[in-house]
Structures are given as structure tokens and as C-alpha cells.
């Protein structure tokens, strides 16, 4: 194997490019470089576009159609040629194009002739599909992982808090208390439906293009299971215009994303309004506030507020990819270049987003005092009135709920908490009640009282938080 130097090339005086010029004589003009030029952000699919050159040239050489030699030599210029990526030696040349020429034209400085041999059988466009495939499905498996320890970290804190008492709201209104564990763990489910998104996008994506050609397949009698099985696919795509023209895989995983990335800003909000010293419900460290340049006094939730922001890009690539791909016949058209930067971009923020939001959730803790005085307010008990008319007094609950709204009301008027009424006021409204109400009216006795499957008694909360550290372990375990 021979080798010869990297150079770098910012700038075309090429007549043609010479992996595809032979039917052109003039090089392009410099709108046409800067418009058709990818390699500034598809240089990023580098290993995988290496392996499943790997793959592609392994197969060649099985199945004879170039000799075992040559893909013995193929393979191990690849090997080199991923070595200086990753040490930061390789020069991309804009003059290329794309990764795919990038490397393809390296492997011919190293190696020689060979390198030629490698693209029989194949396209740049089931290569460019097959690469795009690879690297989203290690994104997948990234934020699979990434999504498990937010959900330890909500388990972990919720279990720890099973028992704080803090407010629920509808409306962002005081509505029915609750325990902080109970919130978290509303989270922990969401993210739940988050990762089943993922791997159902995953599953679906599990196809290899390699070996549709350019749209048609090849007349070479090429392996395709064996390329598919060599690279981790499931199988190989069963049509060839599919395998090059889809990027379905692309849009489902941003739909996941820009889901997912909801439920990340939705928690980020809360963060940000518990942060407010009128709510003062939880704290966090210097590790995720930053200050003002003008006021001393001020400790931003910066981290949580650029988490609520990111959903904006990875909803706009989800609705970007769309409009590229709505119009496009089959098979392969150059629109669909315009896939990977929005993806790219929306992966990355999404990732980021996602990493931000689990160091929040470690290093954030609660003020149960504020908690529970924010829980009683607002008459977050007024159900449970209600609730006890109907069990003690057989009331029909629209009746119970009539009569808890004139008992509200009558608090309102002496402003005065629920418990802070007396027995003769509450008798005022309705002169059945007798001193056992009193037991339901404290927002510990109310959260204790939702023993329901799902509820949010600290009981049921920590059962659940611990159920979820299990399950959650046992993933971890399992690989």
C-alpha cells in the first residue's frame, strides 16, 4: 500500500471532478461548486460511509467479482484512511464535493488502482443512503441511553420524594395537591413513550439500500444480505427505487425528536417558573444559572430556558425535511441533499437539549416548606370535600360539588383556608356535615388519600419510582 500525502483544497481549478467529469469538459462555476458542495457537513458521515465501503468491498471480493486481493487491499487502505479522520489529519477538498469522493479519492492516493475497483456495483446514491441510514442509527441508540439516565435520574429524586407535598395545577391554577415524586415521575412515563418512538423508528429504519445502484440494482452478482448482515442491518431493502429515494427513517426520527423535545421544554418551563422567587419552589446550582451584567442579584435558569427553546429548530427540520421530500418523484434528485443539514443540526440540539435537562434534574432540590404551603393554598382541598360528602353522606356528586362551591365561597368571603372554618360555618351550608371533614382537609391527609393505581399517594409513589429503578437496572444489565 502506498501512500501519499493529504492535501488540502479549499478552491476548484479542476477542468471536471475527476471521480464523475468524463462527460464534462469546463469545471462548474463557483455558485454552481457553492450550491452543489456538501462535504462542509456531510464529512460527519465519515465512519459510516467507511463502513459500508468496508462491507461493500469484503463482499466484492467473496463474491469474485473484484479479487480478494484487491479488497484485502481496499479494506486496509479504508482502515488508514478513518485513522487520519479520527487523528484530525485528513484534508476534505471542497473541490470533491462530498465524503464520498473525499475518501474515495485519499484511498486512491494510498492504494492505487485498487481504489477504483471499489464503487463497481454500487452508487452515490445507495451509498449516500446507506451512510445517512448507519449514522441516524446511532444517533437512535445515543439518545435510547441518553433518555434511560434522565428517567433514572426523575426515579431517583422522585423516590427520595415520594412523601413532598407541592401543588398540583390545572390551568396553572392551585388545583389538588400532590408529591413532588408524583410530578417527577409524570415525566419518567413521558420519557417512557419517548424511547418506545425511538425504537420504533429504529426498527423501521433497520433496511439496507446498499446495492440498489443508482435506482435500478445491478447486473454484478452481488451479496446484498450479506452486506446488510455485515453492517447490522435486519435485511436488505426489497426495491431498489425505495432504498435510494426513501427518507422516511429521517422524518420519523425527527418526529420523535420534536415529541420528545415538547416534553423536554414542557419540564424546562416549570423549571423556569419554579425558579421565580414568587413560586420558590426548587433551587439550582451556579452548574446551570448565569447572572446579569447589570444586576447582581439575578440567578437566570439559562439552561432551562435554551432546553424550552431548542424544540423550535427540531420542529422546524421536521417540518423542513417534509416540504424538501412532498414533491420529489422517485428515485434519487438532489433535493434530497437538503436532508442532512436539518437533521444534523436538529440531532444535535436535540442530544444537547437532552443532556442539559438530566444534569438540571441532579442537581435541582426542592423547598419542601414552600411546597407545602403553596400545596394548601388556593383551596387545593375543595375535592376532597366533595369526595367526603358523597362517601359519608351518600350525596350524588354533582350535589357534593354544588355544595363544596358555596363552602369555598363562604372562605373566600371570611378569607380564610378551608380548614380555618369552623364546624358551624361549614354547618351554615350544609347542616349534615360533622367533624370528621376536618380529617380530609389537609393536604397531607389528601395526597394520602389517592391510593388509586396511578395516584399520587406517597405509598403509590414510592412503589413506583423504586418499580421504575428496577426496570431501569435490569435494561442496564441486559446490554
Not at 425504537?199 to 451479496?223: C, H, Q, Y
Not at 350544609?430 to 388519600?449: C, D, H, W, Y
Not at 391510593?451 to 435494561?475: F, H, I
Request: glycine content about 8%.
Amino acid at each position: 500500500m502506498t501512500d501519499k500525502p493529504a492535501t488540502d483544497d479549499t478552491t476548484s481549478t479542476q477542468p471536471a471532478n475527476t471521480m464523475w467529469g468524463g462527460r464534462f469538459q469546463a469545471s462548474p462555476s463557483a455558485i454552481m461548486e457553492e450550491i452543489n458542495v456538501s462535504i462542509g457537513f456531510d464529512k460527519r458521515l465519515a465512519p459510516q460511509d467507511i463502513a459500508g465501503s468496508k462491507a461493500h468491498a469484503t463482499m466484492l471480493g467473496d463474491r469474485d467479482i473484484i479479487t480478494k486481493a484487491d479488497a484485502g487491499e481496499i479494506v486496509r487502505g479504508l482502515d488508514a484512511v478513518l485513522a487520519e479522520i479520527e487523528g484530525g489529519t485528513f484534508a476534505f477538498q471542497r473541490s470533491l464535493e462530498d465524503v464520498h469522493m473525499n475518501v474515495e479519492s485519499r484511498l486512491k492516493a494510498m492504494i492505487g488502482e485498487p481504489a477504483g475497483r471499489l464503487h463497481t456495483a454500487r452508487s452515490r446514491n445507495d451509498q449516500v443512503a446507506t451512510d445517512f441510514r448507519l449514522y441516524v442509527r446511532d444517533r437512535l441508540d445515543g439518545f435510547d441511553f441518553a433518555l434511560k439516565r434522565l428517567q433514572e435520574a426523575l426515579a431517583a429524586k422522585a423516590l427520595v420524594h415520594a412523601g413532598t407535598v407541592m401543588p398540583g395545577f390545572t390551568h396553572l391554577q392551585p388545583a389538588q395537591p400532590v408529591t413532588f415524586g408524583h410530578h417527577l415521575l409524570a415525566y419518567v412515563e413521558m420519557f417512557a413513550r419517548d424511547r418506545g418512538r425511538f425504537r420504533d423508528a429504529r426498527a423501521r429504519l433497520n433496511e439496507s439500500p446498499l446495492g440498489s445502484a443508482a435506482l435500478a440494482g445491478t447486473s454484478f452478482p452481488i451479496d446484498r444480505h450479506q452486506t446488510a448482515q455485515a453492517l447490522g442491518f435486519d435485511r436488505p431493502m426489497a426495491n431498489s427505487l425505495d432504498g435510494v429515494s426513501d427518507r422516511d427513517f429521517a422524518l420519523e426520527t425527527l418526529a420523535a425528536c420534536a415529541i420528545s423535545a415538547v416534553h423536554l421544554s414542557r419540564f424546562a418551563e416549570e423549571i423556569v417558573i419554579w425558579m421565580t422567587p414568587q413560586f420558590g419552589f426548587i433551587t439550582l446550582s451556579d452548574k446551570f444559572t448565569t447572572g446579569s451584567s447589570i444586576m447582581p442579584q439575578k440567578r437566570n435558569p439559562d439552561a432551562a430556558e435554551l432546553s424550552r427553546a431548542k424544540v423550535g429548530r427540531i420542529a422546524g427540520a421536521f417540518q423542513s425535511l417534509l416540504m424538501v421530500m412532498k414533491g420529489l418523484p422517485l428515485a434519487y434528485s438532489k433535493d434530497m441533499q437538503e436532508d442532512k443539514e436539518v437533521t444534523f443540526d436538529a440531532l444535535d440540539s436535540y442530544g444537547l437539549a437532552l443532556a442539559a435537562m438530566t444534569g438540571m434534574v441532579l442537581d435541582l432540590e426542592p423547598v419542601p416548606d414552600v411546597l407545602a404551603a403553596a400545596a394548601g393554598r388556593g383551596f387545593s382541598t375543595a375535592t376532597d370535600i366533595a369526595d367526603w360528602l358523597v362517601r359519608e353522606l351518600k350525596f350524588p356528586f354533582r350535589d357534593a360539588h354544588h355544595v363544596t362551591g358555596r363552602i369555598v365561597a363562604l372562605a373566600e368571603t371570611k378569607n380564610a383556608t378551608l380548614d380555618q372554618l369552623s364546624l358551624a360555618d361549614m354547618q351554615s351550608v350544609e347542616p349534615r356535615i360533622t367533624q370528621a371533614i376536618f380529617g380530609v382537609l389537609s393536604v397531607e391527609n389528601s395526597v394520602s388519600s389517592r391510593t388509586s393505581y396511578g395516584g399520587t399517594a406517597p405509598q403509590n409513589v414510592a412503589k413506583m419510582a423504586q418499580d421504575w429503578l428496577k426496570r431501569l437496572e435490569s435494561e442496564r444489565a441486559a446490554g
